[in-house]
């Protein structure tokens, strides 16, 4: 059986490097024969627009038909592929997972529907912000930073409110134990519980836990745990002035050198070269 690729960029390995990624879909499948194999992405969620053509996508497992006007959200984990008809084009607009989260207020209610692989009918308004944030994108005009995240924000507040009321969710079957097990997480990730105790309080196995989550993101549960943590230490970074050692404290870490070996081992560089990285571009 074949290995399913996580990419952390559409196709790519590096971190994302910029407020948002965007690419058209026939650049990227164009060069792939418009074909792109299953893969899911580590730390990225991506909105998905056909503007003319058809595509055969499938979403953990699940098949989908998008077609004119047809917009995917894919969360981070989801395991997706696209069969896109030659000369298909359209928009794929990709953000970090930190970088989202940042604007998802926990009693809003946006957060659990951006989490479900779906597919709604589009409309000029959700067209249209597509279209302007390419536009920004490209113009590297003053403000852009700030002008780009006030653009992504309107889009996932527009996908998620059509998601809630007329989408298609193309959810697994275990994705509400996913979701009950995340929501966890959320609550209690500073305590660093092992495994064992979210499946006790799930009322179920470690075992069956590991095996869903392995089914729905690659990896297992104890992954999950360590990569909320990391989400909000990247958030920290980028968004706040608190020291790397105020970081890891707020972060449940008693040793902030062995956060520190935590956050190296996850990303593959020190939570201060990350800030200078980030604060450079």
């Known amino acids: 059986m074949r290995e399913i690729e996580t ?26 024969d418009w074909e792109l194999t299953p893969h899911r992405h580590g730390r990225l969620h991506q909105f998905l627009m056909i503007d003319r053509g058809r595509a055969r996508a499938e979403f953990d497992g699940r098949d989908v038909d998008l077609s004119d006007g047809t917009v995917a959200n ?70 852009r930073a700030h002008v780009l995240r006030a653009r992504i924000a309107l889009l996932a507040g527009l996908v998620a409110r059509d998601i809630a009321e007329t989408g298609d969710d193309v959810a697994t079957p275990d994705s509400t134990l996913q979701r009950r ?4 997480v959320t609550q209690h990730y500073t305590d660093h519980l092992p495994v064992a105790e979210y499946a006790r309080r799930l009322a179920v196995s470690p075992t069956h836990l590991s095996r869903v989550m392995r089914q729905a993101t690659g990896r297992p549960a104890s992954a999950a745990i360590e990569d909320h943590i990391i989400r909000e230490a990247r958030r920290n970074l980028v968004y706040s002035n ?15 050198a062995y956060f520190s070996r935590v956050f190296s081992r996850a990303t593959g560089q020190s939570p201060r070269a990350f800030r200078q990285k980030v604060g450079s571009t």
């Open 181 to 184: 097990f995340e929501a966890l």
């Open 242 to 256: 608190l020291t790397i050692a105020e970081i890891a404290y707020a972060l449940g870490y008693q040793d902030p």
């Open 7 to 32: 990419f952390n960029l559409f196709g790519e390995y590096a971190d994302l490097p910029d407020v948002v990624h965007c690419e058209t879909i026939e650049v990227r499948s164009a060069l792939h």
């Open 74 to 143: 894919v969360p981070t984990g989801c395991v997706h592929s696209y069969s896109f008809e030659p000369g298909t084009q359209g928009w794929v607009v990709t953000v970090a997972s930190e970088v989202l989260d940042e604007w998802l207020a926990d009693g809003e209610g946006l957060r659990p529907v951006l989490a479900r692989a779906a597919r709604i009918d589009g409309s000029d308004e959700i067209r249209g912000a597509f279209v302007a944030i390419f536009e920004d994108f490209l113009a590297h005009r003053f403000a």
